[in-house]
Nanobody, 125 residues
Framework: QVQLVESGGGSVQAGESLGLSCTASGRSISTYTMGWFRQTPGSDREFVALITWSGARTIYRDSVKGRFTISRDNTKNTASLQMNSLKPEDTAVYYC??????????????????WGQGTQVTVSS
């Protein structure tokens, strides 16, 4: 089993930056795809970004391209999401996810076996 714990959420003003971290325990996630989803009340969880096991490939949802950067450190069993130029519409609970195999349906929450508990990000205008 893999346990994921997010940290780094908080409240910021529009245009500011925030970094999220995800620490995995239980086993090495060096061969797992890692990613981030987010969810607002009354809405489904939506894909934000993913990074392949080697870090060679990253994918972002269109609305965060150029503002968010996903990274990982397999030696520390961690993944991160740096969020710049934040907008009020980025307000959500952010979840770290991991799975040993993710196919072309990477935008679907069901593709990911392991989830963190979530961390709140609030962006005020």
């Amino acid at each position: 089993q893999v346990q994921l714990v997010e940290s780094g959420g908080g409240s910021v003003q529009a245009g500011e930056s925030l970094g999220l971290s995800c620490t995995a325990s239980g086993r090495s996630i060096s061969t797992y795809t890692m990613g981030w989803f987010r969810q607002t009340p009354g809405s489904d969880r939506e894909f934000v970004a993913l990074i392949t096991w080697s870090g060679a490939r990253t994918i972002y949802r269109d609305s965060v391209k150029g503002r968010f950067t996903i990274s990982r450190d397999n030696t520390k069993n961690t993944a991160s999401l740096q969020m710049n130029s934040l907008k009020p519409e980025d307000t959500a609970v952010y979840y770290c996810v991991a799975d040993p195999f993710v196919n072309n349906d990477y935008r679907l929450p069901d593709e990911y076996e392991f989830w963190g508990q979530g961390t709140q990000v609030t962006v005020s205008s």
